[in-house]
């Protein structure tokens, strides 16, 4: 990080930069698998933060003015006045939409964290970002950020929206639920954008992705009254909603963003928890990236399903070949009906151990078959993007033609 946590909450940038925003970032050394972004050599490393738009009809509560006399690019976020509809003006003296967040000195221990401290846990997927080298070919995700669905259709697939303010929780999905973040207040003011482009350069490019992906939660008008109704979009400065075109020209500049310029995380989509979860099993040595359940009896329940499964394939087999082997140890006179009993207890339980056996083969190798067909997607994906490809990734999500 370029930023330095000061003692009165505020975190600057001092390493003096051009036109805003740092022009070079090293991605070979923050992305374990740089090969999947854009490698067009025009695109800056960095996205211009002054593409960045004020939200339409939104205050500004915060500015920006430089931190250190000596150094004319670095800069602190400051509390400025905002017009009441009186007249009359008021100053904020905290971060928009997050009262607990103060931007200057006064009473600084009455809250829990500086702002620094703040935008690194609500913004930043380090740990997320870390697991994508174990799932390129394991534990396989589609490695494209147009692999989300927009919110109407979520709700098609019979998925509810869980709110949460976890970064790495956004657009992970289990089952019918799915996490997604909402957008910050802050995130309507330009001033914002420019001082995290300075001072906070992880932090601006995760915000980047995180904007970008909203871009195709909301895509349709009824999308934008659902992120109203689900509270996804916060309301501007004068207690309103902004409008849908409002909304349209806001998320605009974050259409134009690419893969080079966001973290591991916003390379991707929507996120499986399962597979999350079985590659924080294998690989990072933890029960779980994400309990939904934590109680133990939920995790038991949910772990040993599996388990019981096979110990009740493995009965039955087992009791199919006790079965079998006592008829063939009886003695029956041959001039008896019994003959024939003894010869379909013979076979009947071996039949049976061959259909348990051919459904244990065929569903080994339907996941197999599975397996391979999204590893062979995610590699052409790649191969896509490597080619410059806009439509790498885009899927019907379970549309039938």
């Known amino acids: 990080m370029r930023a330095a946590v000061e003692p009165d909450l505020r975190s600057t940038a001092t390493t003096p930069m051009t036109n805003s925003f740092p022009p070079m970032i090293d991605i070979e050394n923050v992305e374990s698998q740089p090969s999947d972004c854009d490698v067009n050599p025009k695109i800056p490393k960095v996205f211009p933060c002054e593409n960045i738009k004020d939200m339409a009809g939104n205050v500004a509560q915060i500015g920006t003015r430089p931190y250190n006399s000596t150094n004319s690019t670095s800069m602190v976020l400051v509390p400025v006045e905002t017009p009441n509809e009186d007249g009359t003006t008021t100053i904020k ?3 928009p939409g997050q009262p607990r967040i103060r ?82 207040a802050y995130f309507y003011c330009t001033a914002f954008w420019e001082y995290i482009a300075n001072a906070h350069v992880d932090v601006y490019r995760a915000c980047l992705g995180f904007m970008r992906s909203y ?48 973290p591991k995380r916003y390379h991707y989509g ?25 109680q133990w009896g939920s995790f038991l329940t949910h772990s040993l399903g599996p388990l019981l499964t096979v110990f009740a394939i493995c009965s039955v087999v087992l009791n199919s070949m006790q079965v079998s082997l006592q008829a063939l140890g009886t003695d029956l006179p041959d001039n008896h009906a019994w003959p024939t009993w003894k010869a379909v207890s013979v076979w009947f339980p071996i039949v049976v ?25 995610g590699i052409r994906t790649r191969r896509k993007k490597r080619r410059g490809d806009a439509t790498a990734g885009k899927k019907t999500h379970g549309v039938i033609w």
Not at 228 to 250: A, R
Request: hydrophobic share 40%.
């Open 93 to 95: 003296r905290h971060l």
């Open 103 to 184: 931007l200057d000195d006064q009473n600084p221990r009455s809250h829990y964290q500086t702002l620094a401290t703040y935008l690194n846990e609500n913004h930043l997927t380090t740990k997320l970002d870390g697991m994508f080298k174990y799932m390129k070919y394991i534990f396989v995700q589609t490695p494209s950020f147009l692999h989300i669905m927009s919110l109407h259709h979520q709700y098609a697939h019979d998925r509810e929206i869980k709110i949460d303010e976890h970064p790495c929780l956004h657009l992970v999905w289990y089952y019918e639920r799915i996490y997604i973040k909402p957008v910050p």
């Open 215 to 262: 871009y195709y939660l909301i895509q349709y008008e009824v999308d934008f009254a659902l992120a109203c109704e689900q509270k996804l979009i916060p309301k501007k400065s004068n207690g309103q909603f902004p409008t849908y075109e409002e909304w349209c020209d806001f998320i605009e500049p974050f259409t134009k963003i690419h893969d080079i310029q966001v």
């Open 270 to 294: 929507e996120l499986r928890l399962s597979r999350l979860n079985m590659a924080a099993a294998f690989f990072k040595r933890k029960l779980a990236f994400f309990h939904i359940y934590p």
């Open 353 to 377: 151990t061959i259909l348990i056996a051919v459904v244990i083969v065929l569903a080994f190798s339907g996941v197999c078959i599975m397996a391979v067909v999204d590893m062979s997607s």
